[in-house]
């Protein structure tokens, strides 16, 4: 998983915290146009920084309870008057009642937080609108990706982030100063051309899990459909068995840890074609292709619905003994034997193979655990790059090479078992083993000496082809350069 996909400041624009152009500016006078939630979350976030906030509302006597106390809630007008930066927390629709304060809000900044009900609602942004409305005040886009609780709560109980534009840099630098004082790290968006954008950030639904989501579920669907046809359909129309009732647990269960095990593998994949392109091409300056760039950004995404199915998978496996049909069938079981006169059912195999592949399990469980953990921004924050990339890249793949030690002894010799070829599908378990031993594999190419080398001087700068200058001393102790190819 790639660090810099986690660490870095959102959409990568630059962060204005620790800028010295910045200055605390706790103790200024804050102007609130509105009374609704985020009015009300914004203003006690701004009294507990220090700031002195007057809230314009319509209705005042009827709204000052519900701000605190601290807060003067009178008559826009009278609101505006005080003070020359103001929050206008009111809806789009409701720009056009503030028209009347035109004049009293000239040479103020507005600082509009509102968002649209859908993307792209509008040709045009809401802080665009809002300049064309009031064309003498200098009007900033800000605090709109920041939610009411996050306000009320603190900037530590959600995201930090409070990102700005603006075509004026004093009025940015402003609003920067007083978003720092209440705790926010400012992030400059660049000019008012990038409202729009802002304004489609809190809209967008998990947009970087789309695509991992669907290759999870398109997974899960293939494998249970195979899994459907081996245990279900097979029994049912060679035996004439109903075996219906396994679909819910077993069928399931058989197919979650399918889809865990390729999706671990699909995380180190991409790492795998990258570092073949770089020395097919003999280069790092050339571009992957985009479907390549698009998976390394994803890989975070992957493995965490990687552990979210091997998590699924340990619960369901606990919950197999529960079932009705498993005791129905130990009890089947036992009375066979007695019928039998069998004394001694004991294996010596299967028990080692299910206590191996039990530890196996949980062992690669445990590291799927500190994979996911250490990849959330905050556990990720506290890291250096060498420790992360340890975790992430070293114990990353020791947690494939266990999972598929997992998956080998829970095959054990029944590859080899004509009667687990139902419909001579083979076992889904052979089928999982294809990508990763394939990305194992391909590492232990890659750590060879010989390779390892190369690769390691194309990630440094080196190019297959390149001319490089050399200098070499001669016999009388003086130097000659020369040139040679960088590949030689």
């Known amino acids: 998983m790639s660090r810099g996909d986690m660490a870095k400041p959102l959409l990568g624009h630059r962060s204005m ?48 309870g519900l701000f605190p106390s601290a807060a003067e809630v009178t008559f826009q007008a009278e609101a505006v008057k005080k003070t020359d930066v103001i929050f206008v927390a009111v809806f789009r629709e409701h720009y056009s009642t503030l028209c009347d304060l035109a004049d009293v809000l000239a040479g103020k900044i507005l600082v509009d937080v509102s968002n649209n009900t859908e993307v792209n609602h509008h040709k045009e942004s809401n802080a665009e609108y809002l300049a064309s409305l009031f ?74 899990w789309k695509i991992p989501i669907l290759l999870a579920l398109g997974l899960f669907l293939c494998f249970f459909t195979y899994n459907l046809i081996r245990q279900v359909i097979h ?66 995404q992957i493995g965490l619905l990687s552990f979210f199915c091997a998590a699924l998978h340990a619960v369901y496996s606990l919950c197999l003994p529960m079932r009705r049909s498993h005791r129905y069938q130990l009890i089947e079981t036992a009375v066979k034997q007695a019928m039998e006169k069998k004394m001694n059912i004991w294996v010596e195999e299967e028990v080692w193979r299910m206590e191996i592949y039990i530890s196996v399990g949980i062992i690669a469980l445990g590291l799927l655990s500190l994979l996911a953990i250490t990849s959330l921004p905050s ?31 829970y095959g054990w010799s029944r590859a080899f078992d004509e009667n687990q ?22 590492k232990v190419i890659f750590i060879l000496p010989c390779i390892q080398q190369r690769l390691l001087r194309i990630r440094r700068g080196w190019e297959k082809g390149r001319y490089v200058k050399f200098v070499l001393p001669s016999a009388t102790g003086e130097y000659s350069s020369g040139e040679t190819s960088s590949n030689v």
């Open 421 to 442: 070829y139902k419909f001579y599908l083979p076992p889904t378990y052979t089928l999982t083993l294809l990508v990763p031993c394939t990305v194992i594999l391909a």
């Open 135 to 208: 064309p003498a005040c200098t009007v900033v886009k800000g605090f709109n990706v920041v939610s009411a609780w996050t306000l009320q709560s603190g900037a530590r109980d959600g995201n930090k982030q409070v990102l700005i534009c603006s075509n004026n840099q004093e009025a940015k630098r402003t609003v920067a100063e007083i978003a720092q004082v209440m705790g926010f790290t400012p992030v400059d968006m660049g000019c008012m051309s990038s409202a729009c954008e802002i304004e489609n950030i809190p809209l967008r639904l998990l947009p970087a």
């Open 235 to 300: 029994p049912y129309i060679r035996e004439q068995k109903n075996k219906l009732y396994k679909i819910p647990i077993e069928v399931v269960n058989t197919t979650l840890p399918c889809v865990a095990y390729v999706m671990l593998s699909l995380v180190y994949l991409p790492g795998v074609l990258a570092a073949c392109s770089q020395l097919y091409y003999g280069t790092k300056y050339r571009r992957f292709p985009d479907w390549l760039d698009q998976w390394l950004q994803h890989r975070k």
């Open 17 to 64: 915290e620790g800028d010295p152009s910045t200055t605390p500016a706790a103790g200024r006078t804050i102007g609130v146009l509105g009374s609704g939630d985020f009015a009300r979350s914004l203003a006690i976030r701004l009294v507990c920084s220090g700031f002195k906030v007057v809230v314009g509302s319509r209705n005042p006597k009827r709204k000052a």
């Open 379 to 409: 556990i990720a924050n506290s890291l250096n790059w060498r420790e992360f990339s340890f975790i992430q890249s070293t114990l990353g793949y020791i947690a494939l090479v266990i999972s598929t030690l997992h998956t080998l002894t």
